[in-house]
């Protein structure tokens, strides 16, 4: 099992930053992807970002809104990922998720709000 453990969250207003870092307890396979998802109110859960381990790449892959914004990041050696997010718009506003995946298993961490104010 992997558990997920999030931070960074909070209230910003717009144009400001944030950085989010979630740290896994273990990694299971040495090919997997780490990533970031949000959840706004009333809307599906969609991918921000996500980042492959260095043997699968170190590729990324970011939602279209936040190129440019927002950069992710994970440090194999700590087995965490952080997502850097500048110049966040309210629109921004949702609770983010991140995320491990490999062959086999899938986990998510329990999640961390991101309010961002006109």
């Known amino acids: 099992q992997v558990q997920l453990v999030e931070s960074g969250g909070g209230l910003v207003q717009a144009g400001g930053s944030l950085r989010l870092s979630c740290a896994a307890s273990?990694?299971?396979?040495?090919?997997?992807?780490m990533g970031w998802y949000r959840q706004a109110p009333g809307k599906q859960r969609e991918l921000v970002a996500t980042i492959t381990s260095i043997t699968s790449g170190g590729n990324t892959n970011y939602k279209d809104s936040v190129k440019g914004r927002f950069t992710i990041s994970r440090d194999n050696a700590k087995n965490t990922v952080s997502l850097q997010m500048n110049s966040l718009k309210p629109e921004d506003t949702a609770v983010y998720y991140c995320?491990?995946?490999?062959?086999?298993?899938?986990?998510w961490g329990q999640g961390t709000q991101v309010t961002v104010s006109s």
């Open positions: 273990r990694i299971l396979f040495s090919n997997n992807v």
């Open positions: 995320n491990y995946k490999d062959r086999r298993y899938d986990y």
